[in-house]
């Protein structure tokens, strides 16, 4: 696996734990919502969605999460 750019964003792939953890990253700025909390951009949360997308075609397992300040990850289920 190797880094990919999707819809103008980079996405990382990152390998640890001998492989058993494996996911790609990307961070973006920070908006919030009505309450007040952390979201990724939309434009970058899209992006991760048409990445899983495209990983899934090709077979591989996998599902889209954010995290605070930003960062959005599509982690290789194993």
């Not at 880094?3 to 494996?22: H, K, L, P, Y």
């Not at 009505?34 to 591989?60: C, F, I, M, N, T």
Request: hydrophobic share 30%.
């Amino acid at each position: 696996m190797e880094n990919r750019r999707i819809n103008g964003w980079d996405f990382e792939f990152v390998s640890q734990d001998e492989g058993n953890d494996e996911f790609y990253q990307c961070r973006g700025e920070v908006v919030y919502d009505d309450d007040h909390d952390e979201q990724p951009e939309p434009s970058l949360l899209s992006a991760a969605y048409h990445l899983a997308q495209r990983l899934e075609k090709s077979g591989v397992k996998c599902e889209v999460g954010a995290s605070e300040k930003g960062w959005v990850e599509v982690n290789i289920l194993k």
